[in-house]
């Protein structure tokens, strides 16, 4: 009598392993997973460790860093108030036109030499432009703000201090897609403490971070992205966005000194340029607070590159970094063109 030997379950183990791991490896190889954060810094920035303890959202204090990619190296150095600009001193000289501009990344530079971010391409238009005023640009981007952070950062650290005349800060999709779904809105600053906030909650965050295979099937069928984030979680978020934007415009309005005006600059992605249009996304909440109420304004990037640049379809592209997705120092020269024409009415009626 024969006897049955067992089924070769470890053999079986062992080929469904082997599969799995070649299959890893090929991914890994292919780079097809790899999230933005590691094509830029060699390793996965943890969303769910994503707390900051400055509600502020600026740099350390007199402090040098370089930021590398695989296409631009640039270095910065921060101000005493932990923005990388010329030193923030008050105003001493009534006649000067100060201009504060607020932001993400994009405000601050990365992508381009100092000299080369849009607010010091601004002064240099502005003073070409108007050469018997005293016009002075002040970059208070950093990269990762929102419009929220924007709002704290003049409303109990810079307004005052610098006391400008016309304050620039930028939206765009990212903001609503991304920073306000991470971290929410005015709620994130109850008693004016520091900010602690700990992602979208996503619970599979480790499995994400070392295994390219659960980023194939978060990423390829979930359609979450590098933040765990997904267009069904945007949607449930959205007339969330709307109230945080209508709620900031409201207190803008209310925050500003007499004389003084804001311009929100719309800031497009290359697929929003293509498009001649924001995204689904964004268009809404831009459409919310539309028109504005005075002495707030709508800068429209988009509409600039369109109506008064008439850039090209097989233009759009060269502006920014192919890789990085930044723009770079002629993509920053157009948005400073398209900031000084939106505000040269208000430049011109100031009576200085």
Partial sequence: MRIKKPFPFIAVLLGITGALAIAELA????????????KRMGEMFQALHYNHHNIYWNYNPNDTFTLTTPEFTIGRKTNSHGFADKEFTPRTDSSEIRILTLGDSFTFGDGAPADSAYPNQLQSILRARYPTRDITVFNAGTCGSDPVFGYYTYKHLLGQLIQPDIIVQSLSAQDYME???????????????????????????????????????????????DFFINDELRAQKRATHIAITQNLVSRWQQALQPGQQLFFMLRPDPVEIENKRYNEY???????????????????????????YHIEPSQIY???????????????????????DNIAPAIVALNK
């Fill in 27 to 38: 991914l890994r190889a292919s780079g097809m997973f790899k999230t933005y954060s590691e």
């Fill in 179 to 225: 920073d306000l779904v991470l971290r929410g809105g005015f709620e994130r600053f109850t008693n004016d403490t520091p900010i602690q906030f700990t992602g979208s909650g996503f619970k599979y965050e480790w499995w994400y971070q070392h295994f390219h295979l659960a980023r194939l099937y978060f990423t390829g069928i979930k359609g979450y992205n």
């Fill in 282 to 308: 964004f268009q809404p909440i831009v459409d919310s607070i539309t028109p504005l109420p005075t002495p707030l304004h709508l800068a429209d990037f988009n509409q600039w590159l369109h109506q008064t």
């Fill in 318 to 340: 060269n502006i920014f970094w192919k890789q990085d997705g930044h723009h770079n120092p002629y993509g920053y020269g157009l948005m400073a063109t398209s900031v000084a």
